[in-house]
Nanobody
Framework: QVQLVESGGGLVQAGGSLRLSCAAS????????MGWFRQAPGKEREFVAV???????YYADSVKGRFTVSGDNGKNTVYLQMSGLKPEDTAVYYC?????????????????WGQGTQVTVSS
């Protein structure tokens, strides 16, 4: 059974940084794409970033230049380094394992999800 466990969330001031981790067990995530999504209160879940086969990286326009996704295949873990955080980045952040190797920003392409970690950015 595949399990994804996020960690690293917390409270940070605007302009600060956080690094989220997502550890996978039950299956190696490589070569499948691993994505990050977030959901703010009262809003729909939205795509943040994805690391696909061949270490290709894609980002939502809202986080481009501020967030960086990376992975450690040996540890079966992916990371989301977040810098220049803004109050509008406040959300629950989820990692997800895609059923495909290619990059996708469509939530329905992801078959396994973590429980989420809260990120709160104060102004």
């Amino acid at each position: 059974q595949v399990q994804l466990v996020e960690s690293g969330g917390g409270l940070v001031q605007a302009g600060g940084s956080l690094r989220l981790s997502c550890a996978a067990s039950g299956r190696t995530f490589s070569p499948y794409a691993m994505g990050w999504f977030r959901q703010a209160p009262g809003k729909e879940r939205e795509f943040v970033a994805v690391r696909s086969s061949g270490d290709r990286l894609y980002y939502a326009d809202s986080v481009k230049g501020r967030f960086t996704v990376s992975g450690d295949n040996g540890k079966n873990t992916v990371y989301l380094q977040m810098s220049g955080l803004k109050p509008e980045d406040t959300a629950v952040y989820y990692c997800a394992l895609s059923r495909w190797t290619g990059a996708t920003d469509w939530a329905n392409d992801y078959e396994h999800w973590g429980q989420g970690t809260q990120v709160t950015v104060s102004s």
